[in-house]
């Protein structure tokens, strides 16, 4: 399943970065197959 980091964030307050929150992830036993960047583009 991929999730974005700012939905997570809307759910968790934190203050990491994507990668640390990946490592945590990790630990506790997710599989994080990678992380993706993606810009925001604004329309005006």
């Not at 630990?27 to 960047?37: Q, S």
Request: aromatic fraction near 12%; charged fraction near 30%.
């Amino acid at each position: 399943m991929k999730i974005s980091f700012k939905w997570l964030k809307n759910y968790l307050d934190f203050q990491l970065t994507p990668e640390r929150t990946s490592e945590i992830l990790t630990d506790t036993g997710l599989e994080i197959e990678g992380l993706h960047c993606f810009e925001e583009i604004k329309v005006a």
